[in-house]
């Protein structure tokens, strides 16, 4: 020991990205570490700033869809929801009630498909591969069902002011169906490969532990709040489309195996979520009505002069739209606030203090995509 | 609570630093996908000097609460009023989880002197939204604690989302097209 005594220590900086596997597009963290232990983060992003906000101002209203697609693209049906949800409220447009149910049903299924991303990755991130391949699997189905219905299987523009670009095609309901009964049992199949694994659990319980104060201090919601217990859901709290009419539940951590709020509270969230938005889908596709699929509103329109906020549950949070017209035919400003965004910025306070392995499983857990961060 | 018994509350309180109440812009019927949403909402007008004092007061009296800041926006409104260098305007959308109410509340001010002091103290989620405000808009925050680019690189000449903004001619040598 002694003569450990003369030996100088000191702090390193380490650049984690902009390319790195577990940052889930382009995010640099500038880490200062205490040997394996980090004790300062900065966050650093905008590799992926492509001025959308900007870009809105040039486009007229419809033109902008398909740049929300852009934002989060694993969750594509969902932007494009809300950017028409928050253009119609601006516009006073009524949607007719089958759009409304096409627009539930393709929202939930793109949340699933989302959350099958964050189950493969969470579990690539602990080192195992398997989850991706299973998760990827089932993921593959409901693309198929997006092409299906829009002919994307990424960015899929179906949304319109008033409804949506095309009716359900034949043989979409029973398709789908097929695919809620091929989906339920898969559920506890990801629980048996991952969730409940004992060296999965080992290393997500107990990391990464996210306080309700803190998380509604710092902005953070979804999936990311709730998993600290706190049961608010947009869809639930101020619904918004036809989700009033739906029986579900929103799961919230509970501390099973660890505190309320760390890393594997954040993953079975998403987990229990799927099988709610699964809930959903089959109550709409049985309850889905007749009738149009699209209001009659012309392409080039001008909303009254005014603005509006509006925020929707989405896959990572809740995405707002804060949207001022000037009674032209562009939108004069429109802030987008991502979820991702927010649910970033809380990584310095939970990460500090942490192994720099467990940090990758914290940034993995906060399920982050940076397109919607850098815009 | 609503808008307008916010208003009237805060008024009583911090009597002329809290400038208006502008009436909910545009008729917005309740209908479209956003009809959960609750209805358009009044905006408050403040002073910037009084935005600490008022913005604490919001956060930390138990009848509002307003626990959560949901947005933090820049908008550029040149010449407004016409003939005059133009304004910023800070718009605070403010959320009591608590409480389940919401509020708007905006500031302005001139481009010549263009000062807001932060609410990041208050509410850490504006530390992010404040850099880009800054970043995108030019809006300078007094008193925030690290008040540089956040989307931009950090050698970009000029504030995007004005709108008398010029599009740089080249950028490292990458020619705009």
Redesign the interface.
């Known amino acids: 020991m002694n003569e450990m005594r003369g030996i100088e220590t000191e702090e390193m900086i380490i650049n984690m990205g902009p390319q790195h596997p577990s940052t889930h597009g382009v995010l640099k963290l500038v880490i200062k570490t205490d040997g394996e232990v980090v004790s300062e983060i900065t966050p650093v992003?905008?590799f992926l700033?492509r001025?959308l906000?900007?870009i809105a101002?040039r486009l007229k209203y419809q033109q902008f869809m398909p740049y929300t697609d852009r934002l989060d693209y694993l969750a594509s049906m969902n932007c494009n929801?809300a950017y028409?949800?928050?253009v119609?409220?601006?516009?006073?447009?009524?949607?007719p009630e089958r759009a409304?149910y096409i627009?539930v049903i393709m929202a939930e299924l793109n949340r699933i498909a989302s959350h099958l991303v964050f189950l493969g990755t969470s579990g690539l991130e602990a080192g195992a591969w398997t989850p991706l391949l299973y998760g990827f699997r089932e993921r593959e189905k409901i693309l198929d069902l997006f092409e299906m219905t829009c002919g994307q299987r990424l960015t899929y523009n179906y949304y319109r002011f008033g409804g949506v670009a095309q009716d359900l095609p034949a043989g979409f309901i029973e398709k789908a169906k097929e695919f809620c009964d091929y989906f339920e049992p898969k559920l506890k199949e990801y629980n048996d490969l991952l969730s409940y694994n004992r060296i999965f659990i080992n290393r997500m319980a107990h990391i990464g532990v996210l306080t309700p104060e803190t998380a509604?201090?710092?902005?953070v919601t979804g999936p990311n709040l709730r998993a600290g217990g706190?049961k608010?859901d947009i869809r639930k709290?101020?619904?918004?489309?036809v989700?009033?009419k739906f029986d579900f539940d929103i799961p919230v951590g509970r501390g099973e195996v660890g505190e309320t709020g760390d890393a594997w509270d954040r993953y079975m969230v998403r987990i229990r979520e799927m099988g709610q938005s699964l809930k959903i889908v089959r109550q709409a596709l049985e309850m889905i009505p007749a009738g149009e699929y699209c209001a009659k509103v012309p392409r080039m329109f001008k909303?009254?002069?005014?603005?509006?906020?509006?925020?929707f549950e989405n896959p990572r949070g809740?995405l707002?739209f804060?949207l001022?017209?000037d009674g032209s035919q562009n939108p004069?400003?429109l802030?987008i606030?991502a979820p991702s965004?927010?649910n970033l910025?809380v990584i310095s306070v939970l990460g500090a203090g942490t192994m720099i392995s467990d940090l990758i499983m914290i940034v993995g857990s906060l399920d982050i995509i940076l397109p919607e961060i850098?815009? | 609570m609503t808008s307008q018994e916010i208003f009237e509350q805060l008024k009583r309180k911090f009597g002329d630093k809290i400038l208006t109440c502008e009436e909910p812009a545009g008729p917005v019927p309740p209908c479209g996908s956003g009809a959960g949403n609750s209805p358009a909402l009044a905006g408050l007008k403040i002073e910037p000097a009084a935005l600490p004092e008022v913005m604490s007061f919001l956060k930390d009296s138990p009848e509002f609460y307003f626990d959560s800041l949901m947005c933090l926006s820049g908008v550029d409104y040149p010449g407004l009023p016409a003939g005059e260098a133009g304004h910023l305007t800070v718009v605070y959308h403010l959320f009591s989880t608590s409480h389940n109410h919401k509020i708007v509340l905006k500031t302005t001010v001139s481009k010549g002197a263009h000062f807001i002091p932060t609410v990041s103290h208050i509410w850490p989620a504006a530390d992010w939204f404040e850099r880009e405000a800054y970043d995108l808009l030019g809006i300078k925050f007094e008193g925030h604690p690290n008040l540089t680019r956040i989307l931009m690189p950090d050698d970009w000449a000029g504030h995007p989302l004005r709108k008398d903004y010029q599009y740089p001619k080249e950028y490292h040598g990458v020619p705009h097209s």
Not at chain 1, 303 to 311: L, T
Request: with cysteine.
């Open positions: 992003i905008g700033h001025g906000e900007k101002e929801f028409a949800a928050t119609e409220k601006l516009a006073g447009i009524q949607v409304e627009r509604i201090a710092y902005g706190v608010w709290n101020e619904p918004y489309s989700y009033q909303p009254p002069a005014g603005e509006v906020y509006c925020r809740d707002g804060y001022v017209s004069y400003r802030k606030r965004f927010s910025s850098d815009r």
